[in-house]
Every structure is written in C-alpha cells, then in structure tokens.
DNA sequence: TGTTAATCCGATCAAATTGGTCGTATAAAT
DNA sequence: ATTTATACGACCAATTTGATCGGATTAACA
C-alpha cells in the first residue's frame, strides 16, 4: 500500500536525467532507458504521458527525443501524478458514489483525513524540488 | 496508486465503531460487520491482526468481542499500517538489494524524498486524531 | 525522394497485490 | 454437552500495475 508506481519512477528518473544537460539538450527514449536500465517501451509510454500533459516536449523524427517544457517548480506533486496516473486513489472516497450509507459514509471520514493529509502535504511539494 | 487497503479502512471503521461505546463494553465481529456492510471475515481477520499488535483486546467465546486496550493518541499511522499490512510499500528502496548500478541508485533519490516525507507525515498523525 | 530512426498509440498479455471466502480448530458461556 | 463466538491457515477471485507487441506517423539525411 501507499507505493509510487514504475512509472511515476520512470518519469522522475527521466526529468532528473534531462535536467542535468543544457536547458535545449535532446534526450532520446533509447538513451535514457540503457542507461537505468528501465524497459524501453513503458519509459516511452511515460514519456508520451509528460509530453501530453505539457511537462516536455517530443521532438520526432531521427535525432529526436524530448526535453523540459515546463517549469518544474511550478508543478505540484498531485498535478504530476495526475497527469502520469490519472485520477489518484486517495480521493476514491470523494467520487465513491455507492455510498448510499449514511452511517457507513459517516465513519469513513477517518480515511478523509488522511487523504486530506496527504493531499495537502503533494500539494505543497513541487517537482523541482523533487527531482534537483 | 498511494491507496489505503481496505483492511486499514475497516480496522479505523471499527475503532470508530468501539470508541463510541463505553470504555470496557466489547463489540462483536458480526455486529460491527452489520452495522456497517463489511465482509465478516475480513473484519474478523483485522481485528485479530489488530489483537496481536496490541491495539485490542480479544475476549472468546459467546458474547465475545473486542474492546480497545491500547492509548490510541500513543500509537502513530506508521506503527498502525504495518500493524495491519506488514512492511509498507513506501520504504521499498531501503530493501531493495537489487539495487547494483550506482548511477541509477543515486538517480532514484528523489523516491527517497517523496518517502521520506510521507513517512514524516505519518509518524506525525496518531491513530487517535484519525479516529476521534 | 526513399530509407531510416525516432516518437506515437492502442490493444493486449503477464505478474503482483489486494479483497474476499472456506473449512476447521479452539475457547468459553449457558 | 451444546452452542456461539473468535482464531487461523489455505485458497480463490478481482483489480491494479508492469511490460510487450504491432503498426502508424513524423522528420532527418543520403
């Protein structure tokens, strides 16, 4: 429970890579991928993801790759994850709509208050500071 | 992903559940489960991993039940989870052995931060705040 | 302009984790 | 003794996640 998935790994792995070369350096997927070892065709995937969401830019083509659109610093953990993961886990309880309980949905605000907590504590942490 | 188990969202329910009642009055497996639409032998099976780790008492035979034993302000979330759920998820990277290549080790410390912190924050919460 | 090397993208399979069930043993109140 | 509850291990089912595959698209470069 309460694991980071591969990809979130992935992803932050690849930023952190990027960001260690000049600011409109190219990184390729294949590069990346041999050398941390992650499988090739998942870090694409999790790339796509970042370019979709506006965190890097693809460049196609032969020579092609990615690199850092965004300023990371303005990217909160919970938009990060969101737009690697999709809708997180931790605010199931706020879309669970079989919840016809009143008492049952009562005594499971325990769980809101830990993912209240959780929630505001990625809130408050940015991918720059992540990843630098 | 960063989801609570069900184990741990019916072990809250049921403190919850047995706070509300006198200090020494004992709470049945079944009529928690009633009373709240849980799997009885789910329920059955956290309330004994919550027996063996101290936090209540299990009293056997007809008319048995639970009843908290524990100071739940004493015990924080960390202890809690891996009460319930064993060793969690987030501290992964601290066991993992497999971990050879230096570049990549050092390439996933930004992991390490996100855990870090998360686990920071749950040392910081006691199951009383969560529950009362 | 055709070849090549890269990203793009959906579908799908495999593995791991979690949720839930079953059968049986054991304990204690009546 | 009988009944009613917890105790507990083994097991199956469902969900989630990790990884793979096949093919389409794009653009550099000879």
Redesign the interface.
């Given at each position: 429970?309460?694991?980071?998935?591969r990809k979130?790994?992935y992803a932050?792995?690849a930023l952190?890579?990027m960001q260690n070369k000049e600011p409109d350096a190219i990184s390729s997927t294949k590069e990346i991928s041999e050398?941390?070892?992650i499988p090739l065709e998942l870090l694409a995937k999790t790339l796509q993801l970042m370019a979709r969401g506006g965190i890097v830019n693809a460049v196609q083509g032969p020579t092609g790759g990615y690199k850092i659109k965004a300023k990371l610093e303005n990217i909160n953990?919970i938009e990060f994850?969101e737009k690697i993961?999709g809708p997180?886990?931790?605010m199931?309880c706020y879309f669970d709509s079989d919840c016809t309980?009143i008492?049952?949905c009562n005594?499971?605000s325990?769980?809101k208050?830990?993912?209240d907590?959780?929630r505001s504590?990625f809130e408050n942490?940015t991918v720059g500071?992540?990843?630098q």
């Open positions: 429970m309460l694991k980071l998935t979130v790994e932050l792995i952190r890579h050398m941390y070892d953990m994850f993961e997180l886990g931790l199931d309980l008492s049952a005594i499971r325990p769980i208050k830990i993912n907590n959780m504590m942490m500071e992540i990843t």
